[in-house]
């Protein structure tokens, strides 16, 4: 399961997988997953006029797909969307599933996601991991997990991976995490803390989010600039359908444009950061409030109940989430601006002036902000889903059962 | 001749040619030019083994490459780098030659390239543009076209394509120019006034000296961001080998990244903008000096000689530099930052000042900036170079001559 095998695009189904014939017989079996994962299920003679082979070919492929367990035969009782009964194919729903969790400053999660894209079994655990060390933290985060699969194994599913979310920058092994501003870990390779059973990708929490909006979002662009927050302020950037990554992994560190460059410093040894004026813990200070856990919902209710502290401290936020993202659209060109994870619940008193700040420093057209609904579920979605995403990229390799 | 031909890496050649066997015969067809253009001279049996095909097949490839006057045979007086006196294939000196073009604003510049990436005629005309309408600048540069073109096919080459540099915003028609902000064109359809019997392609100086950086650099890498001006600041991203256009083609719009909020107001309808502290005009009224021909020159001779102002004003010009590039740093994590254009003549006292800022403002590692060796030569090499890229990805249709 390596990284780039998850961010293919339905559009190009297997891309990066070798041109031969055994290639080419590996992009089809993926071409007939991701068909039925975008049009839901087919009869055979449909998924071969959606891609382009003969009924003869494609149902040698979905032969070998229905042995893996990858995709079922829906009974008479469940004629789909197509004219005779018992023809139609699905995802299977008793095949491989994704294991996603996250590692939140405040809580925990895990989820299984299954072929078709819904959560089967999930768990959480709340309570702050400042200050902790990694290893009782992912001790616990593994009790989840193995409470996670043994539920979604009671639904016939099997668990081909698991990927974790992260609120730190992660080295390009996709195991170790290089550094987590509120954790304070350092270099920690998670591959060696977590269960060795299962094919593991860590990847940091916005890159998540991002993917998930790409995946899951409403009508979601394949071009588009994601920033989120959960303590700090992440971003992440989808350029045709991908996530840019960066030459070492570390690209969509929106925090820390520079906003102001005289302001105050921030902890990347940096002034002026977006975070020392839109993080959580500048908006708290501005608005005179004592953090506590529910953050977000506190700060929402106040603003709903029209507190004017809070008020001025949102839009002083959205001010400068403006300024940093003029320069990131001017870069980046890209088609939206996504606001995604904890910003989602603030958007509508963020938005007016961050919105007017992008309109009249912008150099081309102005650029489209939308809120995610997916909201702080983003980043555990997502990871989950990279899961499912390798397994319909290349179902031949990624989708076999150990 | 479309736009993504002009950038497909030579690890993936052919990349977007459909997947069918006629597909894979363009693909291979590529994969022969390409191994040509970059190994040099080779035996057949040579390109088979680097492409990982029979020699079989890659006699009838080559066959029909020689046949359409895109390789050619080296006679056994010259025997290149391999034993077999004769046997030795080359890109051919004789066959297909990429166009290039410059608006600039103050010069037009013509030239012609061959497979074999040697400049094999040029043209230039000195004098300022602004001020001008398009037809009379397009008039002229057509006359140094088909001069050009002339003293090309006077060596038996035959011209491809014609690519044409701009310093503005190009549609993603690849034709018309939004906008010109030294020029003043506004929505000028170049298809119209150039000669119609060339495929054509109009691009953004910035985007131009960008790809010829990652194609002519010196161990140029494939993830970098390319920092240019002329009169304006101009930027290109290059992620993978790949130029990032953004959804409407103005992606790299690195002038108008905003330096201080607060500060001057900028044409583009911001304040504070890039160009504002490190553009030609900025750094000529910061130095008190007034704006004539030659101004990079000028500058560059003055802080040689140790004018103090000029120094200062360029110090402050690489500070504000720096400033900009850390957002764009965060972002994108680019492998290296490249100064080109007329930025590389100016880069021993822009250097200190903008290295320092990005050392100690950037979240990850500090990255590494070069100076291109191309300077003000690339985008019109970038140019005419995309035209000959667009015959090795895709020989079987783009190299045919018309």
Chains 1, 2 share one sequence.
Not at 372 to 400: F, K, M, N, W, Y
Request: with cysteine; net charge negative; charged share 20%.
């Amino acid at each position: 399961m390596s990284a780039p095998l998850h961010e293919a695009h339905p559009s190009s189904p297997g891309r990066g997988l070798p041109d031969t014939q055994q290639g080419m017989r590996r992009r089809n079996l993926s071409r007939v997953m991701h068909t039925l994962n975008t049009e839901g299920p087919l009869s055979r003679a449909a998924v071969a006029s959606h891609i382009g082979l003969t009924r003869a070919a494609v149902s040698t492929l979905v032969d070998e797909l229905i042995r893996s367990g990858l995709l079922e035969e829906l009974g008479p009782e469940r004629p789909g969307r197509v004219g005779r009964p018992g023809s139609a194919l699905a995802l299977s729903g008793r095949g491989p599933a994704g294991i996603g969790a996250e590692i939140g400053v405040d809580h925990l999660a895990v989820c299984a996601v299954d072929l078709r894209g819904e959560v089967r079994a999930r768990a959480v655990r709340h309570g702050t991991n400042r200050g902790r060390s990694p290893e009782p933290v992912i001790h616990e985060l593994t009790a989840l997990v193995r409470r996670v699969v043994a539920e979604a194994e009671g639904e016939g599913l099997w668990p081909a991976g698991l990927a974790v979310a992260v609120p730190g920058l992660v080295a390009s092994d996709a195991r170790t995490v290089v550094r987590t501003p509120n954790l304070d870990w350092h270099d920690t390779d998670l591959g060696t803390l977590l269960p060795g059973d299962l094919p593991l990708t860590v990847d940091n929490e916005a890159n998540f989010g991002g993917l998930a909006e790409l995946w899951l979002g409403d009508g979601a662009p394949s071009d588009f600039l994601h920033v989120s927050a959960e303590i700090g302020i992440g971003g992440a950037v989808v350029v045709d359908g991908r996530l840019l990554r960066g030459t070492r992994g570390f690209a969509g560190e929106l925090g820390h444009v520079p906003v102001r460059p005289e302001g105050p410093a921030c902890a990347c040894g940096g002034r002026g950061c977006l975070e020392q004026y839109a993080g959580e813990e500048a908006v708290f200070r501005a608005a005179g409030l004592e953090p506590g856990e529910d953050r977000v919902e506190l700060l929402a209710e106040r603003a709903a109940a029209g507190d004017k502290d809070v008020r001025r401290a949102l839009r002083d936020a959205g001010t400068a989430l403006g300024i940093a993202l003029t320069g990131a659209v001017n870069l980046l060109d890209p088609e939206t601006v996504v606001l995604g994870g904890a910003l989602a619940g603030l958007a509508p008193w963020l938005l007016p002036s961050l919105e007017r700040e992008l309109a009249r420093r912008t150099a081309g057209p102005a650029c489209a902000v939308t809120v995610s609904r997916l909201g702080s579920e983003g980043p555990l979605l997502g990871a989950a889903h990279s899961v499912v995403r390798a397994v319909l990229d290349d179902p031949a390799t990624v989708g076999i059962r150990p």
